[in-house]
């Protein structure tokens, strides 16, 4: 691979009063990567982009950007541009005027403005809007200018805060699927700092999952959905039952353990442990069965079906077993109803042990 | 050259700029040390701008002084009933702007701000011939006291309560009237939702506005000077009149009291609008 | 909103109190006051009566104070308070940014410093000023030591312009401080994070978002110097008189009331049209709203 476009190293940002949002964090980014920020409010993920705005500044660390050190360089003299949670569309300027900023401030010649905002405009298709004001628009038009407004600048690396949060749904299905689109033309690296996990895994080839100031994983989305390497991420990243579990036998590539609901069983991992682990088991990798399943592997307990809530093409089942609730995803794949249970009814809860994983973190 | 921004700090933080807070610092010196050193020389013991010596007799003195005295509780009385007023005329100004519609409406709305804008000394000379056309100015001249002070007081309220209505109106605007709604949903009366709702909501604004014609009434000069009548001298006349003889040191003493009375009041409504919550 | 008609009881209750108010003590007043700009002192029995007039006789009242010596005094009033409002306004922009941008605790008590001396009598901080910087004043004096001086620092310009800026200050930086208050951050960081350097980012941005406040500001400080009366009287001395010194004296001393009188309305006159420009510039900027 080629020398990274970004590269966070050990960078720390202490607030006054002690806190840290962002503790010893070490990322590297390659270019051309859809790169995603993903973790719950306040885990310091739009402070890490507005340090590489420039936006803020590391109280200390390095980021290089195109192997420069720029972590104390002024926003305006980095090859970055960002598009804000807000857009910041500027009120008081046309769309025109809005996409032109960036280029007439930095003394762009006239004719080549011109060129170059209008192909901007094209390519967010707002050419008709370009006399408009952001007044006039609607917030996804704004975001569009936004967007030009910042690709036009031809930056090294896109950064996007929260882009989607302030759309409605169905705005926000086709603006994911339009940032990948020009992600692919342009040939630009995207940062998208989010805490939706779905816009994350949908768009990013690579995740930074971050908790508490800290990156948890850094990972491909399936990676990250199948191989979570702590808890939190496991459960940060869709649904997963988490059971407590006593390690009996430790072996080469596979372990022995002991769960209070669903017993004893073996699990294959290359993690060693000590006496203690946590099991992970994804809801849809748990089948439900009427009869006692067949298959030696298995792992299966008796369950009684507390609560099924229907979600259309997959129905979520929480299953009781021995007191412990399990949650449960069933396809919806035949048109006679939903899970085939209902509440109440006595059903077999199982799975193959491959499927699950070993935490130690 | 490379303009760098130090660790910890961005681009915004302008006010960790050294020649900001060297400004800040400076204006803060040029607001404060001309009062600072009026309260300090009120305690010198002659009227030269050379520290002589600590001693509390510009304050006996000025106690004694009858005129002072009485002008400067003519004065508090004054602000004290304009206040009053003026705080009840602009909220109901403002309840009715905020709540009807009705022809004519944005030509009231600037009638009643005309006292805000109109320069002052343009007012007073009006008030001062009205009064003497109407026969008002002499007529109170014998009244009991505070009665003499009354055409100072319709002055001070016809001032003071345009800038009310602006303060109470500009809460009113953040009211969300499902309030209203649900207070006489779940059984109050019109009055009882006035009482139990609304008030309590412009409370704020309502302190806010009382603290400010409250200062306005005690520091207007320029008006009062024309409605009163001889006999009726506020603090503000009297203060006048003193300084046009020249500096003396019973000043100092009377000023700083009054600055003592204001700024407790001040400090006091702003504590009651809620910690940390300027008045505006 | 309600319409007026179906509440009318409660409409009216509410209106009374100050349109009545408004009328008695500030309309009927200003109209006679307007009336008397137009009249001459009666004659009767052979004397200028003191009391009586001839209401609606003359222009002479407007046509004297179109005269040499109360032109000058217009002009100086006006010159004077656009110079404090351009002094307030260099001074309070800074520092309403500097306790917009300052951490949150530190705001409201930064605010209060700088608004403080608002709450403080008027005549008192006039006087501070005077009794500081007079010939015998604390700066002299201190100025003495240094052997330099003592300079004469009151009765001129400068001074009457340095009392405007200290006493309305504040009513600047207020304005101001709500306006930048309300502006969002991420206009300014957009434009730096564009390119722009932050003088570009201050011209292009921060100063036409944030127009409405400044000309709140400046209407807030232009306005009450425009008829300053007891600065320019204390500070300034009777050769720096501002047309608010003028208007006193005719009715105080002069006691040719009609004349007076047409000198407050050419007062009131300017004031509409420094407020009706505010007006205009007001309607074509697009900003926060102050």
Redesign the interface.
Known sequence: MSEPIISIRNVTKEF?GGVKAVDNVSIDIEQNEFFALLGPSGCGKTTLLRMI???ETPTSGQIFIGGEDMAFT????RP???V???Y?V???MTVEQNVA??LK??GVAPDEIKRRVAEALEMVKLSHLAAR?PDQMSGGQRQRV?LA??LV?RPKVLLLDEPLSALDAKLRDDMRLELTRLQETVGITFIIVTHDQDEALSMASRIAVMNKGGVAQIATPADLYEQPKTKFVADFIGKVNLLDAAILRQNTKTISCNTKVLGKFDIDTDKTCGSEATIAIRPEKLKLTVKKPIGAKLVCKPAIIKDVAYYGDTSHVIADVDGVMLEVNVQNDSRTGGAGVERGQKIFVSFNPHDALVLTE | MRAALKPGQG?????R?PW??A??AA??V??????A??IA?SFNVDK???WHGFTFLNYVKAWHNDQVFYALINSITIALISTFFST???A??A??L?????PMKHVYEN??A??I???????G??????FS?TGMMSAVRDWIWPLNLINII??H??FS?PFV?VVVRSRLVGFNRQLEEASKDLGASELQTFINVLVPFMMPALVAGALLAF?LS??D??ITL?SSGPGSVT??VK??GM?KRG?DMQ??AA?TV??VI??AA?LLA?KMLGP???A? | ????KD?RR??W???S???V??LV??I???A??FV?SFSSKAVVDGETSTTAYNYFSTLGNYVAAGGENYLILLWRAIWTSALATAICLA?AY??A???C???A??R?L????????????????T??????F?S??????TLGVLGLGPFEMLNNTTAVVMGLV?VY?PFMV?PLY?TIEKL???????????????A?TFL??TW??TLPGIITGIILVF??C??T??TSD?LGGPNNWNI?NA??NQ?LEANN?PF??AL??I??YA?SIA?LLQWLVARR???VDA
């Open positions: 006054s705005s420039g936006l002024p926003p305006n003299l970055t541009n960002m804000f949670q807000s910041a500027f009120p008081h900023y960036g401030v930095t004001k936004a407004r910042a600048k | 681009p915004l933080d302008y006010a700029r900001i807070i400004l800040f204006v803060l040029f607001l404060y040390a001309p009062i050193s009026l020389f030269s701008g050379v009840i005329f602009g109901m100004t309840l009715t905020w709540r009807f519609r009705f009638f009643v005309l006292p804008v109109v320069p002052e000394i343009c007012m000379i009006s008030l001062s011939m009205f056309y319709f002055a309220i016809a309560f209505a200062t005690l520091d000069f320029v024309f603090f503000p203060i006048y300084v500096v000043i100092n000023s009054l600055i204001t700024l001040t702003m940390g919550k300027p505006h | 909103m309600d319409d007026w509440f409660v409409f209750t509410l209106a109190p100050g349109t108010w408004m003590f500030f009927i007043p200003m006679f006051l008397l001074l800074p520092l940014m500097a306790v941008f300052a951490p605790r530190w409201p930064l605010l209060l410093l700088l608004i403080l001396p608002f709450w403080i009598n008027l005549l008192i901080r006087y501070a000023l005077y009794s500081i007079r015998t004043g604390v700066v002299n004096q200290y200050l207020l709500s969002d951050r991420s206009f300014l960081e957009a434009s730096l994070d564009l390119g722009a350097t932050q570009t292009r941005v036409p978002l306005i009450p425009l008829g009366f007891l204390i608010g208007i006193q009715f009331w007076g009188a407050s309305f007062l009131v004031t407020l900027s697009k900003g």
